[in-house]
């Protein structure tokens, strides 16, 4: 067994595209998700070490000086960061010039040859479900032998063996969690929305849904939804009541749909009434009021919801399969219940206007959830907005995120510019927070307890930061912005 090193590699000031954020760049307040991806191998490599540089404020520095004893490296890219991220395979090798270095990610399961041969120093890549294939990397098979791997030969040709298959039996993969406890502090991952300390991870991988924009089903999970069973997720949680103790506020099922299977998620939500532990978990806008009820009975809290648009065309457009009626009564039904809803929204979507960004805004007062975040849709290589793009010459630049780590627009379209996209966003922010009912709610919330009372008037800071910078980064050329390699 070789000495490995899972690696989320440091990044720009606030990152959150670690290997389990849901797009990669720096969030409106402090964000960071945990690593997921790369914590699910290294629970099946012995010996193995996790490394999440961005929320442990790791430097660059401090990064070589753990891997300098390693023999494998396994870095975590994506898209954005993937000029860094190579910076850092070429300081590891300068380092060590035995050691080997590949990478993981969307990006690379989509464009390896690509990679590849654009960046000599990385020596492979793992292609979509890449879990066993770093687990055989590192019990030294032979690299020809290894499914799901591209990789640089001795003669340097770019090889590629064939695809693995996706994991269906996921009652067999062993826990992130001891790894968490073992790597992680808990105390290093906020997010604005849950409680901390918090912990995130996943009881299955996939996603039925189809929506055109969502990067993990259409490059790695797939879109078959394979799960753990109720029992196994049980006793997994039952572990991380042990491991954590009341350090661990609440836990975060963070499967792109976790309530798609009603009964099973029910049977979960079972298991925490019984241990005592308060949740939370992504679900679609359509869930009914039974099943809300029986969840919120059985200790959920919050639910992340993805509503997009507040207009029905593009949601039809980005194959979202959700009604605005629908949302709205989904809506209705989860402030009877007092569920808490954290609600999503994208711009710049197919195809919007000035007067459908209007509709998004409208709708979101509309319905009004506890918290919302506004994210500008985001092209990702391997994804069928990408492939639209192209072919419809949306492209506007060739940039997701700026060197200041802010979401950039790279789409326009014939009556919104990418400028009007990226300005929409700080508005739809503005007309939503900054209303006398969501202002008192805020206050309230900060009364009651003090530890929302701190965390409050330091998210208020950084979200006005935010703001500032992302007007800031509206005078910055968009030459000036870090590429999408593939485009």
């Not at 899972?6 to 960071?32: C, H, I, M, N, W």
């Not at 891997?67 to 590891?92: C, F, G, M, R």
């Not at 990397?137 to 640089?152: C, F, V």
């Not at 700026?402 to 326009?412: H, R």
Request: aromatic share 10%; charged share 25%; proline share 5%.
């Amino acid at each position: 067994m070789q000495k490995t090193l899972f690696l989320s590699p440091p990044s720009f000031d606030g990152f959150d595209g670690g290997a389990g954020a849901r797009y990669q760049t720096k969030r409106e307040v402090t964000s960071f998700w945990y690593p997921t991806w790369l914590a699910q191998p290294a629970a099946l490599v012995p010996g193995s070490k996790l490394v999440d540089a961005p929320p442990h404020g790791q430097t660059f520095e401090d990064v070589l000086k753990i891997a300098k004893d390693y023999e494998l490296v396994i870095l975590h890219t994506s898209t954005p960061s993937l000029p860094n991220d190579v910076k850092i395979a070429e300081a590891l090798k300068s380092q060590n010039r035995n050691v080997k270095v590949g990478f993981v990610g969307a990006h690379v399961a989509v464009l390896p040859e690509q990679t590849l041969r654009e960046n000599p120093v990385i020596d492979f890549a793992c292609r979509h479900e890449f879990d066993y294939t770093c687990k055989e990397l590192a019990e030294g098979k032979p690299w020809d032998q290894i499914k799901g791997l591209s990789y640089r030969d001795p003669h340097q040709n770019i090889c590629h063996t064939e695809d693995r298959e996706l994991i269906h039996d996921w009652d067999s993969m062993p826990s992130v969690l001891p790894v968490y406890a073992r790597d992680l502090d808990v105390t290093k991952y906020f997010n604005g929305y849950l409680q901390h300390p918090y912990v995130s991870f996943y009881t299955g991988r996939g996603c039925p849904a189809k929506c055109t924009f969502c990067l993990w089903p259409q490059t790695i999970g797939g879109h078959l939804y394979r799960t753990k069973s109720p029992e196994v997720v049980g006793r997994e949680m039952e572990e991380a009541k042990a491991l954590f103790g009341d350090t661990v506020r609440e836990y975060m099922f963070d499967d792109d749909t976790f309530t798609i299977n009603r009964q099973r998620a029910i049977a979960i939500s079972e298991h925490m009434k019984r241990l005592k532990l308060t949740w939370s978990c992504n679900a679609r806008a359509n869930l009914d009021y039974d099943t809300l009820k029986q969840l919120r009975d059985n200790g959920l809290r919050l639910l992340l919801v993805g509503f997009e648009s507040g207009n029905q065309e593009i949601l039809n457009r980005i194959k979202k399969g959700i009604k605005l009626e629908g949302a709205r009564e989904f809506m209705r039904n989860c402030r009877k219940l007092g569920i808490i809803v954290h609600g999503t929204f994208i711009l710049g979507l197919p195809i919007e206007t000035q007067e459908t960004v209007e509709e998004t805004i409208r709708f979101a007062r509309e319905i009004n959830p506890h918290t919302i975040q506004v994210s500008i849709a985001a092209p990702y290589p391997g994804t069928e907005l990408y492939e639209q793009a192209k072919a419809n010459k949306w492209f506007a630049s060739d940039a997701l995120v700026a060197n200041s780590g802010i979401q950039t627009s790279t789409l326009q379209y014939p009556d919104i510019s990418s400028a009007e996209i990226e300005d929409a966003v700080e508005r739809m922010y503005r007309q939503f927070y900054f209303r006398p009912q969501k202002i008192l709610s805020i206050l309230q919330e900060m009364v009651v307890d003090r530890r929302v009372l701190v965390r409050r008037m330091r998210e208020g800071v950084e979200f006005f930061s935010y703001l500032k910078e992302r007007r800031v980064q509206a005078g910055v050329t968009k030459s000036q912005a870090s590429p999408i390699v593939g485009t």
